[in-house]
Structure formats: C-alpha cells, structure tokens
C-alpha cells in the first residue's frame, strides 16, 4: 500500500470514530431507558423486592454511566478539534517557512518540487516517478538543492526546517493561527 493511501485510510478511520462512539452512547441510553422501564413496571406491579431494588440501582449506574460517557465524548471531541486546528497552525506555519527558505535559497521551481517531495520522504525513484522525469535529473536537482540550502543531503535537509521550528516564531505563525502579525 502506497504511503499515500495509508495516510487516507487512517484519516477515514479517524473521522469514523465520533460516530462509532456516538451510536455506542445511543444504544447504551436506549437499554438505560428499558432498564428503569422495567424497574418501574416491576415496582408497579410487585412493590419494593431485592430484585426491582437491585434492578433500579443497576438502571441508576447505567444512566450515569450514559452521562459520563457523553461528557466525556464531548471533551475529547474538543481536545480533538483543538488539535486539529493546532496541526493546521503549524502546518500553515510550516509552509510558509518551506516557501521563504526555498526563495532565500533560489530554488528553481523544478528544485523546489523536488526539495519538497524529499522533505515528504519520498526517495529518488518515488519522486522521478512523480514528476515523470528520470532519476538522474532527480538526483541532480537534489545535489543543486543541498549545495543551495548549504547541507550535504536529506537529513540535513529535514533537520534545518526542525531547527527552526524548535527555536521560535516562525514566518507566518502568526497569520497561520489566524492572528496579525506583530510589527516590528
């Protein structure tokens, strides 16, 4: 399987499990409501026995089970929407670092790509056969990108932009998490 398609699948498992969760939390409100159904019939009917009283206490725990859940399911939606909009933050912000480095570099449009694919990690072959070219011109418009960026190859490549993604502000942060930049 591609790495492509890996990536796809795990998000269409991920955005799948609000809605597993969801139906869980439907079922178990639905068998709350049937059990305090047939405690009430049973009280109705037969008064106060262990039975009905153990049947409450097991509806009662079930309810409140059913609440937590729901509690807790909303939280973690949260949190999971939070983090989203932190990746896209960084992300944006990630881009834009990718794009003024490129420029400050001078890459060609052509090594630009191919500095992209790399940082994606994707190998010499992969990325020749995306872009439809062989691998020697890949190869060679990697040499012109390290010597341009003033690395010796992919890893040190990958860790300049984690460089500058650990030590600060980076271009664009602030535009990216949709706030102005400060002026200065």
């Not at 869980?24 to 409100?29: A, G, R």
């Not at 639905?30 to 049947?55: K, Q």
């Not at 309810?63 to 859940?69: E, N, R, S």
């Not at 691998?135 to 500058?164: D, N, P």
Request: aromatic content about 6%.
């Amino acid at each position: 399987m591609s790495r492509r398609a890996v990536r796809a699948a795990g998000r269409a498992g991920a955005s799948g499990r609000p809605f597993a969760l969801a139906a869980l939390l439907v079922v178990q409100t639905l068998c709350a409501v049937f059990f305090a159904a047939d405690v009430a019939a049973d009280l109705s009917w037969n008064g106060l026995t262990l039975h009905a009283g153990f049947e409450a206490v097991v509806a009662l725990a079930l309810a409140v089970g059913v609440a937590l859940g729901a509690v807790e399911m909303r939280r973690t939606l949260e949190r999971s929407r939070r983090a989203d909009a932190a990746a896209q933050a960084a992300s944006g912000a990630f881009a834009a670092l990718m794009e003024e480095r490129f420029e400050a570099w001078g890459l060609t449009p052509a090594e630009a790509e191919v500095a992209l694919f790399a940082l994606k990690g994707l190998d010499v072959a992969e990325i020749a056969a995306v872009r439809g070219a062989a691998a020697g011109t890949v190869r060679a418009q990697l040499a012109k990108v390290y010597a341009k960026a003033g690395v010796s190859g992919r890893g040190q490549l990958v860790s300049s932009f984690i460089e500058a993604l650990l030590d600060g502000p980076l271009p664009g942060a602030r535009r990216a998490a949709g706030r102005p930049e400060a002026a200065g």
